[in-house]
C-alpha cells in the first residue's frame, strides 16, 4: 500500500496538475477531473490492483497467466508490454523534472529565493532550461538516483520511508497553503480553482483531465499491477485504493489553492506552464519566516516523492527482463538506464537547442511524450485492463479477489464495465476527430 502511494503521488500532483489547471482554464477542468478520479480513477484502480494480486507476476507475463486462467487469448500479455514501454516513455521526461527539482534543492540551499520577486523567479527558471549542460547534469543525477536503487532492489526500504515522508509533505503543503492563505490573493485562488462554471468546459479540458487522473493515479501501465501483486491477501482493495486516491487528489489540489493564492497576488501568469510551481513558490519561500530551512524541506520531499514514482516507472520492465532471461538486475537497469537516459537528454535539448524541432501537431519532444503517453498510451492501457477484468475474467475470480459484497460489487462492475470505456473511448474519438 505504502509503494502504490509512494508511485501515485509524485510529480503528477506538485508539479503537474498546478499548471494543468492554469493551461485548462481553472476550476471547469478542475471539476472534470475529481469526476474522471471518482468515475474512471478508482474503478480503474481496483482493477489494476486485483489484476496484479491475482496474477502474482510482472504485468506481462501476470497477464499472459489470468488470460490462461479465464481461457482467453494470449495476445492480452501485450496490455502489459505496452505498459512497460510506456513508463520508460514517461521516465524519459520524468526525470528531467525530477532533475530540476535536485537542481531547486541547490538553489533553496543557497539562498538563492531571499526576497525574490516574480521577475526574477523566471529569469532564474528560464536561465535553468536555456542551461542543456546544467539540466542534463540534474536529469543524470535524477537518473542514477532512480536506477541505483532500482539495480539494488532496495526498493522496499525507501518504500518504508514514505510512511514519514509523505505525512511530512503534506505538512509542509499545510504550512505553504496556511502563509499563501495569509499574504495571497487566497479568494481569487479558490473561485479561480472551485468555482462551478460548467461553460469553460472544452473538450481539450476533459481530455486532458482524463489523461492526468491515469497519470496522477499512476494507472494504465502496470505499475500499480506489480504493487497490487505484493499486497496481502487480507487487504481490501476497495478501502486502500479509495485512501489512495483521496490522498492523492487531495495534496495536488492543495498545491494548487497555495500556487494560485500567489500568482494572483504577485500578477503572475496563471497559464505559465510546466515551469509554473518553479517560479511561484521560489517567492513564498523567499519572504515567508523561515522559508530558506521550508523551501529546501519541500524540495527535497517533493525529490523524494518524484524518486519513488520514477522507480514505479521502471520496475515493471526490469522485472520482465529478470524474470524472463539470464541478464542479472544490474545489467538490465545499465541497458534501460542509458536508453531512458539518451530519451531524457533529447527531452532536454526540447527545453531549448531543439524547440524548434516538432514531432506532430506542433507538439516540441516533450510535449509530444507527455501527451502521447497521459492522453492515449494510459488511458489505452486502463480500458483494455478494464475490459479484460470485466469481459474476460470469471465473475466469480474477480469478485473473490475484490472482497466486496453485492453494492460495493455492482458499483465497481458499472463503473469499470461501462462508465469507464465509454468516457475514455468518447475522448479518443474525439482525439481522432470522430466527435467533434
Ligand atoms: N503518478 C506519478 C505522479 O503523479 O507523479 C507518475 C507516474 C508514476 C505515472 C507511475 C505512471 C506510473 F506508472
Redesign the pocket.
Same mark, same amino acid.
Given at each position: 500500500m505504502l509503494a502504490t502511494a509512494g508511485?501515485?503521488? !509524485? /510529480? !503528477?500532483?506538485i508539479w503537474?496538475l498546478p499548471y494543468m489547471i492554469g493551461v485548462n482554464g481553472g476550476s471547469a477542468f478542475v471539476l472534470v477531473f475529481i469526476a474522471c478520479i471518482f468515475f474512471v480513477g478508482i474503478p480503474l484502480m481496483m482493477t489494476e490492483v486485483l489484476l496484479g494480486r491475482r496474477a502474482q507476476k510482472n504485468p506481462l507475463d501476470g497477464m499472459a497467466a489470468l488470460a490462461k486462467e479465464a481461457n482467453a487469448n494470449p495476445v492480452w500479455r501485450y496490455v502489459g508490454g505496452m505498459g512497460m514501454i510506456t513508463?520508460l516513455l514517461?521516465l524519459g521526461f520524468?526525470s528531467v523534472i525530477g532533475g530540476w527539482v535536485l537542481s531547486y534543492i541547490w538553489f533553496a540551499l543557497q539562498d538563492t529565493f531571499l526576497n525574490i520577486d516574480g521577475a526574477h523567479a523566471k529569469a532564474n527558471f528560464d536561465a535553468l532550461l536555456a542551461s542543456p549542460v546544467t539540466l542534463i547534469f540534474w536529469h543524470t543525477a535524477f537518473m542514477v538516483l532512480t536506477m541505483g536503487v532500482v539495480a539494488n532492489g532496495v526498493n522496499q526500504g525507501l518504500e518504508r520511508a514514505n510512511n514519514i515522508l509523505i505525512p511530512a509533505l503534506f505538512v509542509i503543503l499545510l504550512i505553504l497553503l496556511g502563509y499563501s492563505m495569509a499574504v495571497g490573493d487566497f479568494a481569487t485562488s479558490r473561485h479561480f480553482m472551485f468555482s462551478l462554471d460548467f461553460s469553460k468546459i472544452t473538450p481539450v479540458a476533459v481530455l486532458s483531465a482524463l489523461g492526468h487522473a491515469?497519470?496522477? /493515479?499512476? /494507472?494504465g501501465? !502496470?505499475?500499480?499491477m506489480v504493487y497490487g501483486s505484493y499486497l496481502r491477501r487480507d487487504v481490501s482493495i476497495a478501502r486502500t485504493t479509495i485512501y489512495i486516491a483521496l490522498a492523492?487528489t487531495a495534496l495536488g489540489l492543495l498545491v494548487g489553492l497555495a500556487i494560485y493564492s500567489l500568482v494572483f497576488a504577485n500578477h503572475l501568469e496563471p497559464a505559465a506552464g510546466p515551469g509554473l510551481i518553479f517560479q511561484t513558490l521560489p517567492i513564498a519561500f523567499g519572504h515567508m519566516p523561515g522559508g530558506h530551512v521550508i523551501g529546501v524541506l519541500f524540495f527535497l520531499l517533493v525529490a523524494f516523492?518524484?524518486w519513488t514514482?520514477?522507480i514505479?516507472?521502471v520496475e515493471p520492465a526490469i522485472a520482465w527482463i529478470t524474470e524472463n532471461t539470464r541478464i542479472t538486475r544490474l545489467q538490465s537497469a545499465w541497458m534501460i538506464g542509458l536508453t531512458v537516459w539518451l530519451l531524457g537528454v533529447a527531452v532536454v535539448l526540447s527545453f531549448n537547442d531543439w524547440s524548434h524541432i516538432k514531432i506532430v501537431f506542433g507538439l516540441n519532444i516533450f510535449e509530444t511524450l507527455d501527451k502521447l503517453t497521459s492522453t492515449i498510451l494510459?488511458p489505452l492501457g486502463g480500458i483494455l485492463m478494464a475490459l479484460f477484468a470485466g469481459y474476460v475474467m470469471k465473475k466469480d475470480h474477480v469478485q473473490e479477489e475484490l472482497g466486496l459484497h453485492d453494492t460495493g460489487f455492482k458499483g465497481w462492475r458499472i463503473t469499470n464495465n461501462i462508465v469507464a470505456p465509454i468516457a475514455i473511448l468518447a475522448v479518443f474519438l474525439y482525439l481522432f476527430g470522430v466527435i467533434k
Amino acid at each position: 500500500m505504502l509503494a502504490t502511494a509512494g508511485s501515485a503521488i !509524485g /510529480l !503528477g500532483n506538485i508539479w503537474k496538475l498546478p499548471y494543468m489547471i492554469g493551461v485548462n482554464g481553472g476550476s471547469a477542468f478542475v471539476l472534470v477531473f475529481i469526476a474522471c478520479i471518482f468515475f474512471v480513477g478508482i474503478p480503474l484502480m481496483m482493477t489494476e490492483v486485483l489484476l496484479g494480486r491475482r496474477a502474482q507476476k510482472n504485468p506481462l507475463d501476470g497477464m499472459a497467466a489470468l488470460a490462461k486462467e479465464a481461457n482467453a487469448n494470449p495476445v492480452w500479455r501485450y496490455v502489459g508490454g505496452m505498459g512497460m514501454i510506456t513508463g520508460l516513455l514517461i521516465l524519459g521526461f520524468y526525470s528531467v523534472i525530477g532533475g530540476w527539482v535536485l537542481s531547486y534543492i541547490w538553489f533553496a540551499l543557497q539562498d538563492t529565493f531571499l526576497n525574490i520577486d516574480g521577475a526574477h523567479a523566471k529569469a532564474n527558471f528560464d536561465a535553468l532550461l536555456a542551461s542543456p549542460v546544467t539540466l542534463i547534469f540534474w536529469h543524470t543525477a535524477f537518473m542514477v538516483l532512480t536506477m541505483g536503487v532500482v539495480a539494488n532492489g532496495v526498493n522496499q526500504g525507501l518504500e518504508r520511508a514514505n510512511n514519514i515522508l509523505i505525512p511530512a509533505l503534506f505538512v509542509i503543503l499545510l504550512i505553504l497553503l496556511g502563509y499563501s492563505m495569509a499574504v495571497g490573493d487566497f479568494a481569487t485562488s479558490r473561485h479561480f480553482m472551485f468555482s462551478l462554471d460548467f461553460s469553460k468546459i472544452t473538450p481539450v479540458a476533459v481530455l486532458s483531465a482524463l489523461g492526468h487522473a491515469f497519470f496522477s /493515479l499512476s /494507472l494504465g501501465m !502496470g505499475a500499480v499491477m506489480v504493487y497490487g501483486s505484493y499486497l496481502r491477501r487480507d487487504v481490501s482493495i476497495a478501502r486502500t485504493t479509495i485512501y489512495i486516491a483521496l490522498a492523492d487528489t487531495a495534496l495536488g489540489l492543495l498545491v494548487g489553492l497555495a500556487i494560485y493564492s500567489l500568482v494572483f497576488a504577485n500578477h503572475l501568469e496563471p497559464a505559465a506552464g510546466p515551469g509554473l510551481i518553479f517560479q511561484t513558490l521560489p517567492i513564498a519561500f523567499g519572504h515567508m519566516p523561515g522559508g530558506h530551512v521550508i523551501g529546501v524541506l519541500f524540495f527535497l520531499l517533493v525529490a523524494f516523492a518524484a524518486w519513488t514514482s520514477a522507480i514505479s516507472l521502471v520496475e515493471p520492465a526490469i522485472a520482465w527482463i529478470t524474470e524472463n532471461t539470464r541478464i542479472t538486475r544490474l545489467q538490465s537497469a545499465w541497458m534501460i538506464g542509458l536508453t531512458v537516459w539518451l530519451l531524457g537528454v533529447a527531452v532536454v535539448l526540447s527545453f531549448n537547442d531543439w524547440s524548434h524541432i516538432k514531432i506532430v501537431f506542433g507538439l516540441n519532444i516533450f510535449e509530444t511524450l507527455d501527451k502521447l503517453t497521459s492522453t492515449i498510451l494510459l488511458p489505452l492501457g486502463g480500458i483494455l485492463m478494464a475490459l479484460f477484468a470485466g469481459y474476460v475474467m470469471k465473475k466469480d475470480h474477480v469478485q473473490e479477489e475484490l472482497g466486496l459484497h453485492d453494492t460495493g460489487f455492482k458499483g465497481w462492475r458499472i463503473t469499470n464495465n461501462i462508465v469507464a470505456p465509454i468516457a475514455i473511448l468518447a475522448v479518443f474519438l474525439y482525439l481522432f476527430g470522430v466527435i467533434k
